[in-house]
């Protein structure tokens, strides 16, 4: 069977933008699952990258098909959040339309989501050392090393209180994303 894109809707945001809601990813086989769901987000998980200071494309990429199973989940289709933010207020993260299913942060699409994960870590100080490592990264022209920045965002509570086992999870979805598709 060949893969098979994930369904986009096109909506218009409440700001009057435009944006694309995405559906659930129907494939089963993983190297059709992983490179749908890059195909799909690839275009905003720059746009991600590009706002928080270079953190490696690898690692959003990993990170939001992990939180979401490749785009399998239901709740992160219903509140077009593929990372699981948490909902703290109507301007953190940025973007956000409120609270969704389950306290999670919701947004009106993937280009919404993008631009709010990016904002998360940069408005959030727990997240000061990732951004104080990406900066310095900018500044002196070096390529962030996205291991190191998936343990400063283990380290600063994305994933929960047990850190270390975030941190080995977010290794384990930059491995299935180099595994299964590529960038």
């Given at each position: 069977m060949a893969?098979?894109?994930i369904p986009t809707t096109k909506v218009t945001c409440k700001d009057g933008t435009t944006d694309y809601s995405v559906g659930i990813n129907?494939?089963?086989?993983?190297?059709?699952k992983v490179q749908a769901f890059v195909d799909c987000f690839k275009g905003v998980a720059n746009n991600a990258s590009s706002t928080c200071h270079g953190l490696p494309l690898k690692l959003i990429l990993a990170q939001w098909g992990g939180e979401c199973g490749w785009a399998t989940g239901s709740t992160q289709k219903s509140n077009q959040n593929f990372s699981n933010m948490v909902y703290t207020s109507s301007t953190n993260p940025v973007g956000n339309i409120g609270s969704g299913l389950s306290g999670w942060a919701k947004f009106e699409g993937r280009y919404k989501h993008a631009i709010g994960y990016a904002y998360f870590f940069i408005n959030n100080s727990r997240y000061a050392?990732?951004?104080?490592?990406?900066?310095?990264c900018e500044t002196s022209h070096a390529t962030p090393d996205a291991d190191t920045c998936a343990r400063n965002i283990a380290d600063a509570g994305f994933g929960g209180s047990d850190h270390d086992a975030y941190y080995s999870s977010l290794v384990s979805w930059m491995k299935t994303l180099a595994n299964h598709a590529t960038i």
């Open positions: 893969k098979t894109a129907s494939n089963t086989n993983a190297d059709d050392s990732l951004i104080g490592y990406l900066q310095y």
